[in-house]
């Protein structure tokens, strides 16, 4: 008799388990330890997350739950066993769903030992059962979850979630530890290969019929890597993968091999070339990284490490592919490349992440254009948003291209449903990150594209920024030397023009008069557009910055404004971050000027100010000096022209 104590977030739950043993367990202290795990592990399975149907021993799910079972010959990098966590589905069925986890790499000794001590590289402090919509494993996605509320499109099905513990992007074939591996244990792909031999003998992985295989970042470049390897082991089944921000690194940078991934941002300054991924050691070369002997084949003998680029090994992929993946992709620009994070960014910075922006377009849509995208069983899928993030994508995903998430449209993807007109979305071609979904967009290039649309000169671009300062300033643009600077690079960023977003906010304007007039003040203006959205999107209003730009340069700001949905999603603790959050400032200009502006908020759960309730806005003045603004109250508060205060 077990008791095991299940640990949540907001109790602890005993549950006694029964266990009727094998008088065997094996010949040897050891193998009756493994056995021992085994067991348990499959116990927990049994009461916590499973119950079996008498009429026909289907595997069902009770509860959200997913149990921990450890595999033999796996290893994490500290020598510790490896597994998967499992959650079966609420009926009879045959699809299942694979997830890698994420969690970026190791790249040395140091890096490498230091992080063989947390939960990403030993599963000594692994819980034996977790939530199916654990963010700390999932990045907030939820195609792990039994529940159809939250997973409309998987729920029935197996889910597998299998831990990141060996720092290899799940590629290393070194599972046991040598000198030359500083006495660490590389087995991502060993450890792939034994949990699916387990799934295929324990589970019944071999009946599957369609396979969802998953992960995002680190998670999706192992994606990349297994998916072929993964399909072979399942010939019956249709397998399909979708990786999401995993596409290390885009090639096609100007002066060098196609396949190289871009130099390192300090080498951009100077003019060098020098980047990640250029020889074996760069690429985990100590892990002996899996790649798919397509890719290995068809390169020189000895240079197999290329086919960790995955702009070289994308072409040699045969299973089908969803693409998911950032233009501007955050995790590569600054964690990998070396990308300052200052605001605003200066003129370098902005020549570079707008290079990255073009290499990522031409790299995946080239590829995808080639014949063996069109060779599969259904050609891969993209999406392929314009943001300056690393995560918003996945399943459901919040960032969208034409009113679509990630989600929604992988979902019709992997089902073959053909509701959707189309399965790759390349999202605007902008010289700079634009999408206003995105939580992270650059906010000087978000105001210039909603209110002068795409630019192919920099002259038209300066006659936009002279007619429409102050709402540029408003929109979040910091001073005019700022709009100079995006209008500059901005204007030879890409020679592609077949996509991009010619609509100026003058169509906006236009449509916004003939649905609601002229001369209203804030409030009547948001009211208005609210209740003509779909007028105003048919008329040309792009999207909610050009109505809050318009609406906000009223002469009368009304009595208490809302805002159209949020174009640019807060996530600020002292505000919920829903569209419910309104912040309205005027123009102001933090620097050489000093002027007063009216914020008007509308709290949630919050103390209010000026005698305003919970419910209703309340209005306040605020101050602007050379460095911060504060309230008149003499309350301190940081300025931000990000509208989080």
Known sequence: VLTIVEYSRRRVRRQTISVTFLKRLGSTEAAR?????????????????????????????????????????????DGSTA????????????????????????????????????????????????????????????????????????????????????????????????????????????????IVADLIASFSLGNATDVLFTGTSAGGKGVFNNVDWLQGQLPSAFVAGAPVSGWFFPGHWPGQPSENPPPYYQAFLVGANFGPGRDAAGSLGFADPYAPPGCVTAIPVGESYKCQS???????????????EMQFDTNQLVVQLGLPTTTPLVADQLRYVRQFGLSMRQSIAQLLGSGSSQLKAIPDGVFLPSCLDHFGMGYPGYVQIDGRTSGEVMADWFWRRGTLPSHRLFGASSPLPSNP???????????????????????????????????????????????????????????????????????????????????LNTTDCYTC??????????????????????????????????????????????????????VLLAAAVCGSFVIAVVATYRWINRAPFAGGSETDPSTVAISIDSDACVFLDDAPVTFSKSTEI
């Open 310 to 324: 995955i702009s070289l090994l994308y072409p040699h992929i045969r299973a089908p592919l969803f693409i998911e």
């Open 33 to 77: 330890a493994r056995m021992l795990s085994t067991l348990l592990a499959r116990a927990v399975i049994a009461t916590l997350v499973l119950a079996i149907s008498p009429a026909q021993g289907t595997i069902t799910q009770s509860t959200d739950s997913m149990a921990l079972v450890r595999v033999p010959n796996t290893s994490c990098l």
């Open 83 to 194: 597994g998967f966590y499992y959650g079966g589905p609420s009926s009879a069925s045959t699809a299942w769903v694979i997830v890698l986890e994420g969690g970026g790499a190791c790249f040395d000794q140091a890096s490498c030992a230091a992080r063989s001590l947390t939960v990403l590289g030993s599963s000594t402090n692994w819980s034996a059962v977790v939530d199916a919509r654990d963010n700390s494993l999932l990045n907030n996605s939820t195609i792990a979850s039994a529940d159809p509320a939250v997973n409309p499109d998987f729920h029935n099905a197996h889910h597998v979630v299998i831990p990141y513990c060996t720092g290899d992007v799940h590629t290393g074939q070194r599972r046991h530890a040598t000198s030359s591996t500083w006495g660490l244990h590389f087995s991502g792909h060993t450890n792939l290969v034994a």
């Open 437 to 519: 979904t995105c939580v992270n967009p650059a906010p000087c290039v978000s105001a210039l594209v909603a209110v002068c649309g795409a630019w192919n000169t920099t002259t038209d671009c300066s006659q936009c920024v002279n007619n429409n300062a102050l709402m540029l300033l408003s929109g979040g643009c910091s001073t005019i030397d700022e709009m100079t600077t995006v209008c500059n690079v901005g204007a030879t960023a890409s020679p592609q023009t077949t996509n991009r977003q010619t609509t100026t906010i003058d169509a906006c304007n236009t449509a916004l008069e003939a649905a609601c007039g002229v001369g």
């Open 529 to 582: 557009a609210l209740a003509n959205a779909d007028a105003l999107s048919a008329g040309g209003c792009r999207n909610a910055i050009q109505v809050q730009l318009l609406c906000d340069s009223a002469e009368d700001p009304g009595t208490s404004p809302q805002r159209p949905p949020a174009a640019i999603p807060t996530s600020s603790g002292n505000f919920n971050a829903t569209p419910t959050v309104s």
